[in-house]
């Protein structure tokens, strides 16, 4: 029922910039979270940032201060702009949106690839 489709993943040179969005649908009810996973080759997936819908923003210690996340609740996107990227933050990004409570759901977008190239 509800779906999220990542867009915005490519390639990029280490230093640059990239803008990363997800947009759910399918539910007139909004996720009361939305977050980007990625996850490197040989890696776990690993959380990068998330986002409530009141705004409250969580990041891993290895992006704080490169990458911002945002939400637009009336669109239920959310992005991730990336600064500054390092080879490291290569891998495959994934949203997902997740809403608690008796209408709840928890869902994947199939991932878009960001490779940083050194």
């Known amino acids: 029922q509800v779906q999220v489709v990542e867009s915005g993943g490519g390639l990029v040179q280490a230093g640059g910039s990239l803008t990363l969005a997800c947009a759910a649908s399918g539910s007139i009810f909004s996720p009361n979270l939305m977050g980007w996973y990625r996850q490197a080759p040989g890696k776990q997936r690993e959380l990068v940032a998330d986002?409530?819908?009141?705004?409250?923003?969580n990041y891993a210690d290895s992006v704080k201060g490169r990458f911002t996340i945002s939400r637009d609740n009336a669109k239920n996107t959310v992005y991730l702009q990336m600064n500054s990227l390092k080879f490291e933050d290569t891998g495959v990004y994934y949203c997902?949106?997740?809403?608690?409570?008796?209408?709840?759901?928890?869902?994947w977008g199939q991932g878009t690839q960001v490779t940083v190239s050194s």
């Open positions: 986002i409530t819908s009141g705004g409250i923003t």
């Open positions: 997902n949106a997740e809403r608690y409570g008796v209408i709840r759901f928890n869902v």
